[in-house]
C-alpha cells in the first residue's frame, strides 16, 4: 500500500495526540511510564506543528505515524561527546499507531528524517530514547545509529540513551 509524508497542520493536533496517548497506553502496559498523560504535552507539539516540524505518515488516508524534526536539543546533550558536529537534526518523539508497529513505518519515518537532514545541509542526526526501552534503542541501533551516552532529560529524573548518525 502507498504511503506519503505529509508536513503536518493545525487541524490535525488531536490526531497526533491520539496517536501519542495510544503510544503512551501501549508503553505503560510495557511498563514504561516516561510517555503519560502529562507527556508529550499538547502545547509542545502544537508550537512544534506551527513552526512546521511535525511530519504525519499517511498510508491511504490514515495517518499511522508522527515524526519531529528540529534543532532542539535537551540542554543534557551539551554533557555528551558528539562525532558530528552542532550542525544536528534532532527527532523527536518518533510514533507509529501501536498496530501498525513492526511493519516497516518507523523505519520509512527514520529514512525520511535522513532524507530531510541530507536536503537541508545537516552534517548529523541525534536523537534519545528511554534506556530501558530495549526495542527502542535496538531499533535505532540497527539503523546505524551508534550510542553515545546517556543523559538524565531536565524534564524528568529517567535516563535517556543518545544515538548520533553521521550522514556522508
Known amino acids: 500500500m502507498k504511503t506519503e509524508i505529509i508536513k503536518a497542520e493545525e487541524e490535525?493536533?488531536?490526531?497526533?495526540?491520539?496517536?501519542?496517548?495510544?503510544?503512551?497506553?501501549?508503553?505503560?502496559?510495557?511498563?514504561?511510564?516516561?510517555?503519560?498523560?502529562?507527556?508529550?504535552?499538547y502545547t509542545k507539539v502544537r508550537n512544534n506543528v506551527l513552526n512546521g516540524q511535525v511530519y504525519l505518515l499517511r498510508k491511504e488516508r490514515t495517518t499511522v505515524g508522527v515524526i519531529t524534526l528540529n534543532e532542539e536539543q535537551d540542554s543534557t546533550y551539551n554533557n555528551l561527546t558528539w562525532k558530528g558536529s552542532s550542525n544536528a537534526l534532532v527527532v523527536h518523539r518518533i510514533a507509529v499507531v501501536p498496530y501498525f508497529q513492526k511493519r516497516g513505518y518507523g523505519t520509512q519515518l527514520l529514512e525520511f528524517a535522513e532524507e530531510f537532514a541530507k536536503k537541508n545541509k545537516f552534517?548529523?542526526?541525534?536523537?534519545?530514547?528511554?534506556?530501558?526501552?530495549?526495542?527502542?534503542?535496538?531499533?535505532?541501533?540497527?539503523?546505524?545509529?551508534?550510542?553515545?551516552?546517556?543523559?538524565?532529560?531536565?524534564?524528568?529524573?529517567?535516563?535517556y540513551t543518545c544515538y548520533e548518525k553521521i550522514l556522508a
Not at 22 to 36: M, R, V, Y
Open 12 to 41: 490535525n493536533l488531536l490526531e497526533i495526540m491520539f496517536i501519542y496517548k495510544l503510544n503512551a497506553e501501549d508503553l505503560i502496559s510495557k511498563g514504561f511510564t516516561h510517555w503519560n498523560s502529562a507527556y508529550p504535552s
Open 123 to 159: 552534517q548529523s542526526i541525534r536523537l534519545d530514547t528511554y534506556t530501558k526501552n530495549q526495542t527502542t534503542s535496538d531499533f535505532f541501533s540497527n539503523r546505524g545509529y551508534t550510542k553515545v551516552g546517556e543523559i538524565g532529560h531536565s524534564q524528568d529524573l529517567l535516563l
